[in-house]
């Protein structure tokens, strides 16, 4: 699994470290270059797995927020579904305010079914059609959520 990640934790020495081992694909988020868009697509059409977290960042509150728009992008571009997850207590086990996380916490996955977006692909890409599949599977990831208890 590759994953997207923003290229400011390239400056702490452990992410960078972290960045190397799973071959995060860096953003910088406060540029409009779609080079991080075109390596992640390009892994996706071979056959490579592409790990995002729609919502852009670590969670300030432990609660799910409006995801961003580049999963719906990653899907149309490449042509390929994508598998929502929800990740449970990761808030709890490590959260932005701490320096070390707290030891014996449990995080919960649960995996949903693939979500394909195929009746989107022959159209103009759009900020709504996006929005619309972002959307989807925002909903999708908080009833999975709530389903971990």
């Known amino acids: ?11 702490n020495i452990f992410f ?3 960045y190397l081992i799973f071959d995060v694909i860096p953003i910088d988020v406060s540029s409009k270059s779609k080079k ?6 390009k892994a996706l059409k071979n056959k490579n797995i592409v790990g995002i977290f729609p919502e852009g960042a670590r969670t300030m509150d432990g609660k ?10 990653l899907a149309i ?3 390929k579904t994508v598998v929502p997850v929800a ?12 320096r070390f996380p707290k030891i014996k916490r449990i995080v919960k996955i649960s995996i949903g079914k693939p979500m ?3 009746h989107f692909r022959n159209k103009k890409i ?7 599949m972002t959307d989807s599977i925002m909903k999708k990831i908080i009833q999975l959520y709530s389903d971990l208890g």
């Open 1 to 11: 699994i590759r994953y997207l990640g923003k290229k400011e934790a390239l400056n």
């Open 16 to 18: 960078r470290l972290i």
């Open 116 to 118: 394909s977006f195929a």
């Open 126 to 132: 759009s900020k709504r059609m996006l929005r619309l």
């Open 64 to 73: 799910i927020h409006s995801g961003k728009t580049g999963v719906a992008r």
């Open 87 to 98: 990740i449970k207590n990761t808030y709890v086990l490590w959260s932005l305010y701490r």
């Open 77 to 79: 571009l490449s042509n």
């Open 36 to 41: 991080p868009i075109i390596e992640a697509v």
